[in-house]
């Protein structure tokens, strides 16, 4: 509501070039993008590295990708389910070499059932996913046909998380001699009956969040899934899935799970562990942080480091999660309209931290060590805009 229609053109003109120019866009872009007509959508693909400057590129670019999508979810998804309908069904034929309970580690089953504690973390995590907004809950207007195909009864994510969670439940209650197994599900209280299930041929938002982290657990095994993941892949999803533009909103799932990849390539090192202490890892950030305060506010800077107060108490996940559980997620996209179009890529996250702390600087400087961790905690300025603006002239002041 706020962009003016002279805002407005300022980014169609630059997106209606042949060739959009990066540093233009950059600009533009870091002081907030509108959402009308689909320009946050377009901006933020471009920014992330999905979509080239060439205009003429675009379609073919984002058809490429979204097959190759399809057949990921083809090989991740469906063929592990068909696999096991028919290993289940065909019991007779069963050699060895795929028996549920061969300890060969390349069994089919034995990938299946990784699998599976993988997706029980990430399926607890995606339902939690921003709980004060309807949306992830809602079904969503473009459920994955290639799944949900009547004709086929695939296993989906879901179907395969309640077996699981089945499964386990009895096994465990079984081994300490109870045989009631009538209601497994019951004995959780944050089971899965707290939320709606959506009739067949339907599935929620996050759902299709889930899809997505499993399929990039899958195909990085390296960090596979780290507890926080969702919370970067959910303001993503969020921003394509309602894209005005309905041609690309249909496709928000394939979009959101390149924008995703490229993302976590440039803040992967956050979320390993080994890394830490390396220039990249996030503990190198942390300190960065605590230094970029001390030129700025040594006086803010000596009273944290009297009090004790360190830097990963507050800033780990401030870095990490690039403020998404700071804000509310309107303000949290906005940020992320700075942060994607910082050309040093997140060095003004860092000026943004600084910013946090030196607009609380005289509560802080009053409060004691109790105070200060619950201020820094559950940070008290909603204002994003006061923030971004303080950061900027972090920025300009150096």
């Keep these: 509501a706020r962009f003016g229609p002279l805002r407005i053109a300022d980014f169609q003109e630059v997106l209606g070039e042949p060739t959009v120019a990066l540093t233009k866009l ?120 290639l799944i949900l195909d009547p004709q086929n009864e695939f296993e989906t994510l879901r179907r395969r998380v309640e077996q699981t969670t089945l499964k386990s439940q009895t096994v465990a209650r079984n081994r300490s001699g109870v045989t009631n197994v009538s209601s497994p599900l019951k004995t959780t209280p944050s089971s899965l009956s707290e939320y709606e299930v959506l009739p067949n041929g339907c599935e929620a938002h996050w759902e299709v969040v889930e899809r997505i982290l499993f399929i990039y657990a899958k195909l990085n095994p390296g ?44 803040i992967r090192d956050n979320f390993i562990k080994s890394l830490d202490d390396s220039q990249c890892g996030i503990t190198y950030k942390m300190e960065k942080v605590y230094s970029t305060l001390k030129e700025k506010d040594v006086e803010l800077y000596l009273k944290l480091q009297e009090q004790n107060i360190k830097p990963q108490f507050f800033a780990f996940r401030w870095l990490t999660l690039l403020l998404s559980q700071e804000f509310l997620l309107p303000d949290v996209i906005r940020i992320w309209d700075s942060l994607f179009a910082d050309d040093k890529r997140f060095d003004f996250l860092l000026l943004v931290c600084c910013a946090m702390l030196t607009l609380i600087r005289d509560q802080l400087l009053e409060g004691d060590f109790t105070l200060n961790m619950r201020l820094l905690q559950d940070y008290p300025i909603s204002d994003v805009h006061l923030i971004l603006k303080k950061a900027k002239e972090l920025q300009d002041s150096k």
């Design 26 to 145: 950059r600009e533009l872009c870091f002081s907030g993008i509108p959402f009308d007509g689909g320009l946050r959508c377009l901006c933020w693909k471009i920014l992330l590295n999905y979509l080239p400057l060439e205009k003429a590129l675009w379609s073919s670019l984002l058809k490429k990708q979204r097959d190759l999508y399809s057949q990921f979810l083809k090989e991740m998804i469906i063929q592990p389910g068909i696999a096991k309908a028919n290993l289940g069904v065909s019991r007779e034929d069963v050699t060895l070499e795929d028996h549920p309970l061969n300890p060969n580690p390349d069994s089919r089953w034995n990938t299946y059932f990784k699998d599976n504690e993988v997706l029980l973390q990430i399926d607890k995590d995606v339902r939690r996913l921003y709980p004060d907004m309807a949306f992830f809950q809602r079904p969503t207007d473009y459920p994955c046909l």
């Design 223 to 266: 960090i596979a899934y780290v507890q926080g993941m969702n919370e970067i892949v959910g303001p993503l999803y969020y921003t394509f899935a309602t894209d005005p533009n309905s041609e690309w909103k249909e496709h928000a799932e394939a979009d959101t799970f390149f924008c995703f990849t490229n993302l976590m390539a440039e």
